[in-house]
């Protein structure tokens, strides 16, 4: 075959459309517009690059829409070439974001950005998301505004903070009643809340599981509380490993209860092996500590 005909048949096909004709449902909860989480039971595929390019979480596979076929049916390339020929004209569902594509960005750092947005306040929109929907206690919410991790994001939502080891904040998670993402051209680090001197470093996967968390466990003294914002990047190691590296050190891998979950969990207790500090698996009873502390709110 001609590497035209290839190429042309890669444009016409998304990765949405061999997921949803194999049988994966997207995850509009877990999704943002740049990243489309599609599960099948245990399995999840993260949608990337306008349906053009996909990875999965719980290992080292990504590619194209070619590379998605052989990866799922475990096909040659000319067999995964006829089945993307077959989707030709097939429309993958397209998730309804309720916020509003992105204006164009002013020309402001990423400090700048977050520095212009207020703190929440009693009875703000954040607040009252973040107490109503998301059940964190007040005492909690105000925790947080005091070490300056939070800001009123636009409709509703919350921005949480991404910080460097040095305090400087290098981007934000986004959440709200219907929206989730991470700060246009910001990066991830890790969301830092509770005693920042702490030796017990609880490592969650979002802001509001490290907040839920904190509220189950009444706000432990000896405890800093992260979040890694669910990736895993070059900064974030070297954070955690900068954290964990302090005296008496204990690492405890308080990530959701669902196979990715796991796979953090994996490396959590091969970065503490490394470094030989405490290691300790805490466990959430239902899906992740925000569900969780949901669910004690309303029994």
Known sequence: ????DIEELRGKVGCGAVLE????ALDLRESTPKAVKYRRGDEIIIVIHDGKGWFDPLSDA????YSLLQHLDGCD???AFVQAASLVGFEPSRPQWTRQARESEPDQSITERWSARRKPWRGSATWRYLRDERHIPEQVIRMAIAQNVLREGPRGSMWAAHQGNDGVVTGWEERGPEWRGFASGGSK???RFGNA???RICVTEAAIDAMSLTAIETVRRDTLYVSTGGGWSPSTDAALRSLSKRPDARLVAATDANPQGEVFVSRLRELAGELTCDFERLRPAA???NAMLQDAALS
């Open 197 to 199: 001197a702490a030796p």
């Open 287 to 289: 899906d992740d500590w």
């Open 77 to 79: 390339f000319l067999e």
């Open 1 to 4: 075959m001609e590497k035209a």
């Open 189 to 191: 680090v890790l969301f």
């Open 21 to 24: 004709t194999g049988g994966f």
């Open 62 to 65: 990504k590619g194209d829409v």
